[in-house]
């Protein structure tokens, strides 16, 4: 299949994504990669970010489907795997993944972490996963983040001084955007 889009899901709370760290743009150095276009929307729910509304917001609003990169940073990176647990995806960028509620309320109200992760299930459904990850994320404990590396075989971007890459530009993830378009 080849790629043709790729769809930035954000962090719960991120407000007018456009204006949010590094997704506008991220969207806008996309758009420049011939042949592929990036979308990046307002989510629905934006702060608890449940499950229940942004899968479906993920595949009827923003047409995810297998020539589709999602690129999900943290909550957006939970959404994406989930997602991929059950749609064909060209790829996954994860950007501050985890595995577990951490112990927050919202985060367990999301609904992303009520049952096991089907690792084996996203690595069948997904077709390129990279992830971006750092040791100094003041949110996710680093174990979290190499559990997601191991459980789906991602490339693996690690990081010691990145935080939870709330940055205004992220050029290796065009990077990471422009080898997956190559390798389509």
Not at 24 to 40: E, S
Not at 135 to 150: C, G, I, K, R
Request: glycine share 8%; net charge negative; proline share 5%.
């Amino acid at each position: 299949m080849p790629l043709t889009k790729a769809i930035i899901v954000p962090g719960n709370g991120a407000g007018d994504v456009e204006r949010s760290n590094w997704y506008g743009w991220a969207k806008k150095q996309i758009n420049k990669i011939p042949d592929v276009t990036c979308l990046l929307s307002n989510m629905p729910d934006p702060v608890t970010a449940r499950e229940s509304i942004w899968l479906p917001f993920i595949q009827e609003e923003l047409q995810c489907d297998e020539e589709t990169v999602i690129i999900g940073h943290s909550s957006g990176a939970a959404a994406a795997m989930r997602y991929a647990e059950t749609h064909n995806v060209f790829g996954l960028i994860l950007v501050g993944a985890y595995t577990s509620d951490l112990g927050d309320e919202n985060e367990r109200e999301s609904g992303y972490f009520s049952r096991p992760w089907e690792w084996e299930q996203m690595r069948r459904n997904v077709g390129h996963i990279v992830q971006f990850g750092s040791t100094d994320d003041p949110f996710l404990p680093w174990e979290e983040q190499q559990a997601v590396a191991e459980g789906l075989g991602a490339v693996l971007h690690k990081y010691t001084d990145r935080g939870h890459f709330q940055n205004t530009q992220f050029p290796e993830l065009i990077d990471a955007m422009r080898k997956l378009r190559a390798a389509a």
